[in-house]
């Protein structure tokens, strides 16, 4: 029997890849226990491309095989999983509930372990060196647990890549709410990094939105044309750089429910950022407005009011009726609902400092939304003008 000419029936195109170079343990094997076993791990969905990786288990026994098999699948471990993590049939059984134990004690979920199988192959002291040292950066327990793969690598390699993000200018703020970069080499995320720069998103934009260097080039130029399609400069597109993560049929949704809200596409490439906004949101924002007497074609004018929340929007309706500003004025100077309660309050008592009164403000409530420092120089270029006007005035004699 030639056992390179039998693999190369079984696996296809796939033989070429094996990664045994030498195949003579399988010569112990007969022929047809080989087929048996070959067709016994396709029954299991163990896919030839990982067969060519693990060529051993042909020569294991299929009845241990089987038993790890099931025993995986009560652990809650996919089938699609196990085809992954194809070692973890050989594995002794009391070694994997061990680390399975292992993994629940630092709180890493069964979802998590599914996803991240591969861990029940691991020596529970590497996991808990690795934890450890992932806490070490700052890096906390729930964090972790959404990225429990990075438990499974070496710390050395952890750092690296956590010293060369920091080099990017990432802050270890940003790095710990996205630990799954740590996860990729160095090499990849330079040239992620430089593919955005070469979009013209600015390296403050990709610092504040660090999960797009997880993202490979071509998703990132499919999104960003798309955008560009929908009529979203390259400007509105680094302002929005949140939206590069975003897929077609997302923002399509969210374009069409602006739409039928009556925001113009105008607005909508000003205020970009509500592409990437949830329509239930949207639409809760939106009624919101409404409730407070705002019309549609203000909410239009001053869409960005659309990405703040109810609360946040409430507490300033309800900062402006305290200062003497009726309803009805709110209704049409709704940009101040735009301003922070700071800003509005340090106005009004800016304007009452002058000399406004306050019932001149209450009717010209839109003094509120001007900067104070602007509003200074534009009362000095009046006060100057009609001093010259004055000035310039003819003498009448009697």
Do not use: C
Not at 5 to 18: N, T
Not at 72 to 100: A, D, E, F
Request: proline share 3%; charged share 20%.
């Amino acid at each position: 029997m030639n056992i390179e000419i039998l693999l190369s029936e079984l696996l296809g195109e796939a033989f070429y890849e094996v990664t045994e170079f030498d195949l003579k343990f399988l010569s112990k094997k007969k022929e047809i226990d080989i087929r048996i076993a070959f067709n016994s791990l396709l029954s299991l969905g163990i896919s030839p491309q990982k067969i060519k990786t693990s060529v051993h288990l042909l020569t294991r026994n299929l009845k241990l095989i089987q038993r790890n098999y099931d025993y995986l699948l009560s652990l809650g471990i996919s089938p699609q999983k196990i085809n992954t993590s194809v070692h973890l049939l050989t594995r002794n059984l009391k070694s994997i509930q061990r680390n399975y134990d292992y993994l629940l004690k630092l709180g890493i979920s069964p979802h998590k372990i599914n996803i991240f199988s591969h861990l029940l192959g691991r020596n529970p002291k590497s996991i808990q060196r690795n934890y450890d040292y992932l806490l070490k950066l700052g890096i906390s327990p729930h964090k972790i647990n959404i990225n429990a793969g990075l438990l499974g690598r070496g710390s050395k390699s952890i750092q690296r890549n956590y010293d060369y993000l920091l080099k990017l200018g990432i802050s270890s703020q940003k790095i710990n709410i996205n630990i799954g970069l740590l996860g990729m080499n160095s090499e990849t995320i330079q040239r992620h990094y430089d593919y955005l720069l070469e979009l013209g998103i600015s390296s403050q934009k990709i610092n504040i939105n660090i999960g797009l260097l997880g993202m490979n080039s071509e998703t990132i130029q499919r999104n960003y044309n798309n955008l560009r399609k929908l009529g979203i400069s390259s400007q509105k597109i680094d302002r929005s750089a949140h939206l590069l993560g975003r897929n077609l049929e997302i923002i399509q949704r969210n374009l069409t429910y602006l739409l039928s809200l009556g925001i113009s596409p105008q607005k909508i490439n000003t205020y970009t950022h509500l592409l990437g906004m949830d329509p239930k949101t949207i639409q809760r924002n939106y009624d919101n407005l409404r409730k407070l007497g705002i019309s549609s074609q203000k909410i239009d004018r001053f869409a960005n009011l659309l990405g703040l929340n109810p609360t946040t929007i409430q507490s300033k309706y309800d900062l402006l009726i305290s200062l003497g500003i009726t309803a009805r004025r709110i209704g049409i100077y709704a940009n101040l609902l735009g301003k922070s309660l700071n800003s509005i309050l340090n106005s009004f008592r800016y304007l009452k400092g002058v000399g406004f009164e306050e019932r001149y403000i209450q009717n010209a409530p839109q003094l509120l939304a001007e900067n104070p420092d602007a509003l200074v120089k534009k009362m000095r270029i009046f006060k100057l003008t009609i001093l010259e006007l004055k000035r310039n005035l003819p003498i009448v004699s009697d």
